[in-house]
């Protein structure tokens, strides 16, 4: 009897380790997420089957502790930036600075894809710990179809993504 319950109490200890390592792991790519967009406004999440995000409002809410895999979560920078400059240095040197390898990024102007109307298109590949994910920009249409849509709220999406 003492034999029976001693495994039953180590079984439901391991599993609660390796639930406890995994939800760690997901809140410190939450933690470190939240250092490279910490001057951004979090807008929320959707999910990762498609490419960019549906329509969404601009207003600002808090970023999950907890990151899913195969989920868009969808950043809006509120100053106008350098896309050369923001996806070939800064925001390889966020990631970096906040524990995250780059695997690949743009370094030179070839390594962008350009829309017109619209601007630089740009994929930054990282590694975190053993998670693999994407940062990249999605380029807000209406603003570019709509010239008389200067809102504030029109503003291209930083997308980052955790693959599964």
């Not at 406890?20 to 089957?49: P, Q």
């Not at 990631?95 to 690949?104: E, M, P, Q, R, W």
């Not at 920009?137 to 993504?161: C, F, G, M, Q, W």
């Amino acid at each position: 009897m003492k034999n029976t319950f001693f495994r039953i109490w180590l079984f439901v200890s391991c599993l609660c380790l390796v639930e406890s390592c995994s939800t760690s792991k997901n809140a410190s790519i939450g933690s470190a997420a939240r250092k490279v967009f910490s001057d951004f406004g979090y807008v929320g999440e959707f999910s990762g089957e498609t490419f960019a995000p549906p329509p969404h409002d601009g207003r600002s809410r808090s970023l999950p502790v907890f990151l899913k895999p195969d989920t868009l979560y969808v950043f809006h920078n509120p100053r106008k930036v350098d896309e050369q400059e923001f996806a070939t240095g800064i925001l390889p040197a966020r990631l970096c600075a906040a524990g995250f390898t780059v695997l690949k990024a743009p370094a030179t102007l070839q390594d962008f894809v350009f829309v017109d109307p619209g601007g630089a298109v740009w994929k930054i590949r990282f590694r975190f710990g053993s998670q693999h994910g994407a940062l990249y920009n999605v380029l807000d249409k209406k603003r570019y179809h709509e010239p008389s849509t200067t809102a504030s709220t029109d503003t291209d999406d930083y997308i980052l993504k955790i693959d599964k």
